[in-house]
């Protein structure tokens, strides 16, 4: 006859009744076991402790552009930006509901593409030097370009 220890979780009482029929060949593993009782309760792993809310950062838009180009007034403002290889661009449509894109043209325009919007940010982040033209596919009179050194 074995003694499961893991019985012992369910009360000493009834561990201790086993024990006793189970005659004096099983006083080793009593011992073992009760080294294990003396822990008290079965759960005895720790919950992890959360991560206070103050340590969580606050995040802006995205990474800081180093452009800001207003779309409004049903163009591009200002229609030339010129950064650094690396950095971003970030177009905030306002235009009083009218709805607007930003679409590359060219090659090298292909990766410049935002979804149509009313309001709100899109940001773009140039890794390859060039000029990059740009309209709006709505309207597209509204010509613009950036300028990555
Ligand atoms: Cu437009």
Redesign the pocket.
């Known amino acids: 006859m074995l003694v499961d220890c893991r019985e012992t979780t369910l009360g000493g009482m009834h561990k201790r009744f086993r024990l006793i029929i189970a005659g004096i060949a099983l006083v080793t593993a009593f011992s073992a076991c009760s080294s294990e009782d003396s822990g008290d309760t079965a759960s005895t792993t720790t919950p992890a402790t959360a991560v206070d809310g103050s340590a969580v950062p606050t995040t802006a838009a995205d990474a800081e552009a180093a452009a800001v180009v207003e779309v409004m007034d049903?163009s591009f403002k200002p229609a030339t930006v010129t950064i650094e290889a690396g950095e971003a661009v970030t177009w905030e449509f306002d235009d009083g509901g009218?709805?607007?894109?930003v679409q590359g043209l060219n090659d090298n325009g292909m990766e410049l593409s935002s979804p149509i919007l009313k309001s709100g940010p899109y940001t773009h982040t140039f890794t390859a030097p060039g000029t990059y033209e740009y309209i709006?596919p709505?309207?597209p009179q509204?010509k613009a370009t950036v300028i990555v050194k």
């Open positions: 049903m009218i709805p607007h894109a709006c709505l309207h509204m």
